[in-house]
């Protein structure tokens, strides 16, 4: 199994702003995965960041809105930018170990 | 990933088995049976997953048909912190398959 945790656990923002949200796994992977939970919806995969390349983004989700780093095999970022009150999702890190996926715990955004 | 197909909604009295099913007529012979569940707006949790064989850990048992096209989770013993939505996901394991895709799930109500 992995554990991981997410910074921060909830955060309430001003429109126009952005927030970086962090994901720390306890092991080297070498898949992250970013994905969405709009309230009252299922998750829905925002990107995937590999380690030393460009993180590939799904269908209606882009690089200038929805940055990602991924500096090492254990870390990743995950910038939301320029917030709107649609944004107001759960954002959660999922990991690739031995051909299951463990998700983090989520991050929590409300956009004012 | 194939199609899944689960009951929108379930009860179960505590201390009784749950058994929750899925359709997955679609699946290819690569793919696996995954079962998670999301405790209200926490990251999901696994549960298990298995290709061909029936499965059994410490959570739940998975039975899968012989002719995989479907599958029903078993929780032998409900309590009411089971009480959560539970995925059914049909997903070639490893790394090189990437996301998964959640449907809507079952809403498992465990009631005294």
């Known amino acids: 199994s992995a554990v991981i945790s997410q910074k921060p656990s909830r955060d309430i923002c001003q429109r126009g702003t952005s927030l970086t949200i962090q994901c720390q796994v306890d092991s080297q992977v070498t898949m992250m995965f970013w994905y969405r939970q709009q309230p009252g919806q299922s998750l829905t995969l925002i990107a995937t960041a590999n380690q030393g390349s460009e993180a590939t983004y799904e269908s209606g989700f882009v690089i200038d809105k929805f940055p990602i780093s991924r500096p090492n095999l254990t870390f990743s970022t995950l910038t939301v930018s320029n917030m709107s009150p649609e944004d107001s999702s759960i954002y959660l890190c999922?990991?690739?170990?031995?051909?299951?996926?463990?998700f983090g715990p989520g991050t929590r955004l409300l956009v004012l | 990933d194939a199609k899944t197909t689960q009951p929108p909604s379930m009860d179960c009295a505590e201390g009784r088995a749950a058994n929750l099913p899925c359709n997955h007529s679609t699946i290819s012979g690569n793919e696996y049976v995954y079962w998670y569940r999301q405790i209200h707006s926490q990251g999901p949790q696994y549960i298990i997953h298995?290709?061909?064989n029936n499965e059994t850990n410490e959570m739940a048992s998975l039975i899968i048909t012989e002719d995989r096209k479907s599958s029903t989770l078993i929780l032998p013993h409900a309590t009411l912190r089971d009480t959560a939505v539970y995925y059914c996901i049909a997903h070639a394991g490893g790394t090189s398959y990437g996301k998964l895709t959640f449907g809507q799930g079952t809403i498992l109500t465990v009631h005294p």
């Open positions: 298995g290709l061909k």
């Open positions: 999922s990991v690739e170990n031995q051909e299951t996926q463990y």
